[in-house]
């Protein structure tokens, strides 16, 4: 039934994904209730995540006091000074010993752009070191690569949500949104969905036509479909020609990519690849969109290419009703990448290594260019350097929860605990913040003011409902603590979301993600902001972007650019010891490594705990029955999982979710291999065995 | 092996051009020169019969240029290898210097002994091969017969039909593909052609040819301003058997693909390995991945791939999978609807495929070729796989249990609708204030209406 809340309500969004829905929060008669509002994204709809989120803020083992490792290794309640007082100490002495770039940071794609913009800034100015990097490199790092690489420019959407709703056909490579983000699937009700996936999603059952392709073959089935674009008669050669370049070289690797091949490589029958380009050829408004089953390979990067490709060829992007999007996934995966947490990246989505970039961002600090660091690891290269030779020796973990969620997720326990100094920031226990030598309870989510940037580039302002617990802190508040005792100036660590986004403003000025027109004000008037949205201090308000490129791309010849690209292996085939592919991904009920999720009743009891899905056939032969545990076996370990029979599995290939902790992580298993240049580890396709395992403890 | 040896490669075609390209990628960082006969830069053989269905032009299939440092001459034809001596000599009057010779000489097109189709030592006005771009230029407006009706000679009449021509497609078999194909596939594929415009005279056989026109062993004489001679193809030898080198149907090489000579490598379709010369691209190519990485100092051997033919055209989908009667199968399974152009016969030991054939199955040609390729078992329900429909666990269900889940993003059971039901809630609305059903992305709406429709609200629902 509805709860309707008597006392005062505030509008705000679903603390998880990035489609970032529309919700009001109030107080209930049985607590804090959540109502999905009318904002565009979800018009009212809501998916049981976003339903049961005001339960995160009453989680029974929330932090509500620091917590300092003592002598005999027992974390034990500790003040704020005592806890500040310790990790700054131990971090100056590090410093001392090993120099600046000792000292790590490792962010999230849930912060709010505020608190990303702060964590960079705090790393570059309070420690001095270039190592920071997040989560969000697991993400969609590979689709930022090749957007940029094409566009000049990477904003997931470069269109608003809702321009789905009109389109007449939308293919989706390696997306799963009626798990990931139901809301959306209304947006794609009106269109022939065709759906890329190894497995038989519920986006899949959705779809007009659904390509299976084999884990790790995305590219080819992508260069395929270029071909038949060419040779059926479905490229825009006017498009080509007038807006992109480089079509002929991208067409001399897709030539040898004939649909007869392409099927002997993916699985993909010819008739589904030649359905699929005629469905998008036909429409008069297309989209092609991809997702982290794409992207998540040692190739993403030149998997979004190759779908970017086969968009520039039907000539959909910048125009309008039509295009190429990246489904970004974390709350903030947006924003997290534009305001300097990425390692190669300072605020306003500039690169590091650029002088006018270094200049300008100094500028608004206050400091000399010459002392900002260059660029430091990337995600997985820095977890696998902690407590090595030259690697560094403290880490703060803000707003992420490595020991689950990376990559080869055993090795890097083994590098947190070689640590001499680990802090995490975090508001439950999770399992990263079990082992942290110091832990700082943080505000979360409907405690604190801030804005987030969804998956469309839109920046929306998140609410605060009523104050965090008493010995809570917000990460804002955490930043500034421990920057004042590092020696840094009180006032160049704001404490107030309203006054670092002031900030962020200048220092996003008149880089690609420029958001120096947006506002508190703006935003709370109820304008929809889309960046970039430069300020203009002589006219009238910019209104933001809504629809990037319509006119030009953001390159300087104003051209899209085809990518040349060819398919390869992934870095691990199946072979007699390792027979099956293994793919990983989410289910509805979690979020990333379930450390929110998993507390919340409902959601627990929806999906309680870890399973392989696999075909009857292949568990048959593997002496596996319904409901049987399981292990599962890479080069790299194994997981724990209960069989789950699932018929439209290929028979080749099993699937485990990521979302759980011990010896269920299915991160035990995946590779680190990573992609060349957007640094993206192998999770989506490892080779794996299966056989009788027994339950874990 | 040095990587840094100078590798010459006699043949510019898919193996020639793939292999270069995979020396760098490999790290090989010597001289490499490439000697190719044909006059123009490398292209993609495989897609010819694209450029006689009109679907792309010779500038389409021109490959990628050679990586930095390899030097390609075109137009040039070797005439002959000194061993001792370590130099290849071309009709243009070079010579070359080798650390490692590769010969990527290709195949050669078999000419039928056919009255009339030479004149003067060269191909008669109007006849001519099907292998290379200079070939495709040789077509004339009007009509085309073909001769053969292997896998080149289907591909190009339906090639040829796509771009509006009128053809004809002669073969002395007695069903087209007789080689690969049992009758009742043969049958199949020749209704196809037909119904795509060809004619077709099977079981016959040329006996003349003169320009314009070609005589049949019936006494038919049929127009033909092209006649295209799809008559098959074998190993380009000539040079390596006058180099003394050992040559039985190609050119013999080892798992190292070398040939009796150490210091010459052969690839690609002019090679013999295990008695074996398929003339297939992907052979070519996994030899010149394999000869890269060989000639770069990698450990690396030649894997033989299975054999798949697989028709390149659109709208008909056919597959031949290993020998059309394998040795050792211990049990054949079929499925035969001819009347909706449907065949498939699979020869299987056990669990796995030794070979079959398919046609008007796309959903199964790539689930079987993928088995067969990779050696992996066949599922247990293989009318599923042949028919292309996803098999599911246990019997069907007529009812749902009242556990199940109906809407996925709100984790409402069948059970919860029908006490929200029980307690008052009529429609849609009521039933998504009172269990968030329908709220997420709405895909149950159905599913939630049958519920609420249900009279019995446990029997035969949804």
Known sequence: MPDTAPGPSVPTHCPYCALQCGTRLGHGTRGTVAEPSDFPVNDGRLCQKGWTAPALLDVPDRLRHPLVRDADGRLLPADWDTALDTVAARLLRIRDEHGPDALAVFGGGGLTNEKAYLLGKFARLALGSGQIDYNGRFCMSSAAAAGTAAFGLDRGLPFPVRDLGAADAILLAGANPAETMPPLMRHLEGADLIVVDPRRTRTAERAALHLQPVPGTDLALALGLLHIAVTDGWCDKEYVQRRTTGFDAAWRRAVAWWPERVER??????????????????????????????????????????????ALALGLPGVMGSGYGCLTGQGNGQGGREHGQKADQLPGYRMITDPAARAHVAGVWGTDPDTLPGPGRSAYELLDALGTDGGPRALLVFGSNPAVSAPHAAHVCDRLASLDLLVVADFVPSETARTADVVLPVAQWAEEEGTMTNLEGRVLRRRRLHAPPDGVRTDLEVLHGLAVRLGQPADRFPTSPRRVFEELRRASRGGKADYSGISYARLDAGEALHWPCPDTPDGDPHPGTPRLFLDRFAHPDGRARFAEVDHRDPAETPDADHPLYATTGRVLAHYQSGAQTRRVAELNDAAPGPFVEIHPDTAERAGLREGDTARVTSARGSTVARVRLVGSMRTDTVFVPFHYPGPGRANLITGTALDPRSRMPEFKVCAVRIEPGTAAT | MPASSHVLVVGHGPAGHRLVERLRHHGHRGPVTVLGAEPRPAYNRVLLTSLLGGTLTAGDLELTGPPDGVRVRTGVTVTGIDRARRLVSTDTGETHSYDRLVLATGARPRIPHLPGVFTGGVLTEGATALRTLADCERFADGPVVVLGGGVLGTEATLALLRDGRDVTLVHPGPHLMDDRLDDVAGSLLAGHLRSRGAQLRLGRAAVEYRPGKLALDDGEILRAA???????????????????????????????????????????????????????????WEQAETLARILAGRPAHHRPGRPVVRLKAPGIDLACLGPPDPPGATRHVALSDPARGRHARLALSGEHILGAVLIGLPRATAAVGRLYERGLPVPSDLLGLLLGTTSTVGPARVELPDEAVLCHCNHVTKGDLLRARSAGAHDLADIAAATRATTGCGGCADDVRRVLASATGGNGDP
Do not use: M, W
Not at chain 1, 265 to 286: D, F, I, K, S
Not at chain 2, 232 to 238: C, L, Y
């Open chain 1, 265 to 310: 490589v993916t699985g993909v029958p010819v008739a589904e690849q030649r359905a699929a380009v005629e469905t998008l050829g036909r429409a008069r408004r297309a989209y092609v969109l991809t997702g982290r089953g794409a992207e998540q390979h040692s190739k993403g990067t030149d998997t979004a290419a190759a779908f970017i490709n086969l």
């Open chain 2, 226 to 284: 092209t006649l295209a001679l799809c008559t098959g193809a074998e190993p380009e030898t000539a040079l390596a058997r006058r180099a003394g080198l050992s040559v039985r149907t190609g050119v013999v090489v080892d798992r190292q693909l070398r040939t009796s000579d150490p210091r010459v490598h052969a690839i690609g379709d002019c090679a013999e390995f295990d008695a074996d010369a398929p003339g297939l691209v992907t052979t070519a």
